[in-house]
Structure formats: C-alpha cells, structure tokens
C-alpha cells in the first residue's frame, strides 16, 4: 500500500501545492500523498502520519468514503466542512480508491486549479462563493 517511489506526476502536483499553500491550508489526500506534502509544503494534510493524527482508522475511512464514489456531494462537503479543507488532490493514489471512472469535476464546489495528466488539485470553493 505504501508506495516506495512517487509516480512523476505526483510530485510534480505536490510541487504546485507547495507554493500555492501555507499553515492556515489543509490537503485532503491518500496517505502515501499526504505524507509526502507535508513534507513539501505548509499546508497541513487530513490524514498524514498515523502516528501524529488524531484517530487515523477513521479518517482513512472516511477519506476512502470521500473518493470511492458512493458518498453524496453532501457528505463530502460535510467532511471537508468538518476539517476546514482547502485543497483536494486527486491523483495516482486517488484514483484507486475510486468507483468512478474520472476526476472529482461533477463536484459544483470543487474548482480544478491544478491540472496535469490524470492528476488534478482542486481548490474548495466557500459554499457563498461563486463560480
């Protein structure tokens, strides 16, 4: 499950999100990718190191609920309403967790602001804001 290498694309979007991001951001994405942004980043990840998160069964849970299709546009925006998330990666590790054969882009509140290959780094749109 862990990965010993990054694939190219995913470095390079850890890249753009690192100088995109500071303390006040928080990521949403796998484990393999969250500890690796913070690691290049400011930002702070939903799930990284388990040793150094808060209930780290049940936030994988909940994230692998997040991108496997099954929840609601509801029950997504309540979790990264919950976590105060600012950014959701979508990638290599993303995508085998998902149901669906794309990208989060059917997501309103999710605005693509990073797109290489398959990767994209959405960037989480206030419920107020508009398009």
């Known amino acids: 499950y862990f990965p010993y290498f990054l694939p190219p694309e995913d470095v390079q979007a850890v ?12 990521f949403l994405a796998s ?10 980043s400011d930002a702070r990840s ?4 388990q040793f150094a998160v808060i209930d780290p069964q049940g936030k994988d849970r ?9 929840a ?6 309540a ?5 105060g998330i600012t950014f959701v990666y979508y990638g290599t590790h993303e995508r085998a967790l998902q149901d ?6 059917h997501v309103p509140w999710l605005v693509p602001g990073y797109r ?3 990767t994209v780094i959405y960037h989480v749109r206030d419920e107020g804001e508009q398009a």
């Open 15 to 26: 890249a753009w999100l690192e100088t995109r991001t500071d303390h006040e951001d928080v």
């Open 62 to 70: 909940a994230l692998r609920y997040f991108y496997s299709g099954a």
């Open 116 to 118: 290489q290959g398959e």
């Open 46 to 49: 939903f799930l990284g190191h």
């Open 79 to 83: 979790l990264v309403d919950a976590y």
């Open 72 to 77: 609601s546009a509801e029950e997504q925006r």
């Open 31 to 40: 484990y393999a990718i969250s500890n690796y942004g913070v690691a290049h």
């Open 100 to 105: 669906l054969s794309g990208p989060l882009d």
